[in-house]
């Protein structure tokens, strides 16, 4: 199994401050000959189930605000948020779909 | 836009079969480009893939429960069902069905649509 491992495990930052999330992946989940990185971000918060906002490591799902950004390849990836609202306040996690079973990360709850 | 709705017991005693059915409103499970599968998360733990369907009834499960696992499609009552036996206190989570997107390999992919979760408790 991949193991998704995301550092800080909680991080505090202020409005209108960058707030920046770690994945690590146990192995590449970049598919070479597609030059495509099996990876995805989700924001869950209270009571809500996630929701999908990055995949291909890089690429925003329709509506997501551009001040979330997606990066990295291989096995090191980040998700950013340029300025941070306090409706960004959630858990994030990265799931890697390179193979069977997918794998989530532990997650990183983002505070004001 | 399509949503997805869990139902079933809240309580299940252990030993015994945990049921959960997902109904899929303002869509259809017989999409083609779709899976439809079953994710869980325990308190205080990562979210866990559990396995999904494919219209025509095909499924992938997590190794670690396939020993106990079913995911069925009913496309006629556009739902689809997990049934987990033999279940423990350690079976205690928050349970989504959502819509997992495949390639044109038919390769599973992300999970793009989530139903809100149901908790089941397994308690006697």
């Known amino acids: 199994d991949i193991v998704m491992t995301q550092s800080p495990d909680s991080l505090a930052v202020s409005l209108g401050e960058r707030a920046t999330i770690n994945c690590k992946s146990s192995?590449?989940?970049?598919?070479?000959?597609?030059?495509?990185?099996?990876l995805a971000w989700y924001q869950q918060k209270p009571g809500q189930p996630p929701k999908l906002l990055i995949d291909?490591?890089?690429t925003r799902e329709s509506g997501v605000p551009d001040r979330f950004s997606g990066s990295g390849s291989g096995t090191d990836f980040t998700l950013t948020i340029s300025s941070l609202q306090a409706e960004d306040v959630a858990v994030y996690y990265c799931q890697q779909y390179y193979s069977t079973p997918l794998t989530f990360g532990q997650g990183t709850k983002l505070e004001i | 836009q399509l949503q997805l709705q869990e139902s079933g017991p809240g309580l299940v005693k252990p030993s015994e079969t945990l049921s959960l059915t997902c109904t899929v409103s303002t869509g259809s499970v017989r999409s083609t480009s779709y899976y439809w599968g079953w994710i869980r998360q325990p308190p205080e733990k990562r979210l866990e893939w559990i396995g999904n369907?494919?219209?025509?009834?095909?499924?992938y499960y997590n190794p670690s429960l396939t020993s106990r696992v079913t995911i069925s499609v009913d496309t006629s009552k556009n739902q689809f069902s997990l049934r987990l036996n033999s279940v423990t206190a350690a079976d205690t989570a928050i349970y989504y069905c959502?819509?997992?997107?495949?390639?044109?390999?038919?390769?599973?992919?992300?999970?793009?649509?989530w139903g809100r979760g149901t908790l089941v408790t397994v308690s006697s």
């Open positions: 192995q590449s989940v970049l598919h070479s000959s597609k030059n495509k990185n099996y």
């Open positions: 369907v494919y219209y025509t009834g095909s499924t």
């Open positions: 959502a819509r997992l997107t495949m390639g044109i390999d038919m390769k599973l992919r992300y999970f793009d649509l």
């Open positions: 291909w490591a890089s």
